[in-house]
């Protein structure tokens, strides 16, 4: 099995910094991309940010500038810098990331059970 366990998020005034992370865990031979998404009410799932194996990043629009994804490949961790905050980037965010398990050949996608942000203005 493999889990996804997401950290960071919180309630904070516009402007402010938030960073989250994504630990997976488990059975694990090789992760491929690693993601962050949001969903907020009432609105379906997009893509913020991802970056693959070989460090090359890119960003929703929205976020360009504001945010940072990282990733630590040896404890299987992604990273989300979160500064300049706006009310509009409340929402839920979800960790994804592509995971191939060991005697596998195909690459799997996981979720995190998501982290609250809350922005205030």
């Known amino acids: 099995q493999v889990q996804l366990v997401e950290s960071g998020g919180g309630l904070l005034q516009a402007g402010g910094s938030l960073r989250l992370s994504c630990a997976a865990s488990g059975s694990i031979s090789e992760i491929n991309t690693m993601g962050w998404y949001r969903q907020a009410p009432g609105k379906q799932r997009e893509l913020v940010a991802k970056i693959i194996s070989g460090g090359s990043t890119s960003y929703a629009d929205s976020v360009k500038g504001r945010f940072t994804i990282s990733r630590d490949n040896a404890k299987n961790t992604v990273y989300l810098q979160m500064n300049s905050l706006k009310p509009e980037d409340t929402a839920v965010y979800y960790c994804?990331?592509?995971?191939?398990?060991?005697?596998?050949?195909?690459?799997?996608?996981?979720w995190g059970q998501g982290t609250q942000v809350t922005v205030s203005s």
């Open positions: 994804n990331m592509e995971v191939r398990r060991p005697r596998s050949v195909v690459f799997n996608n996981y």
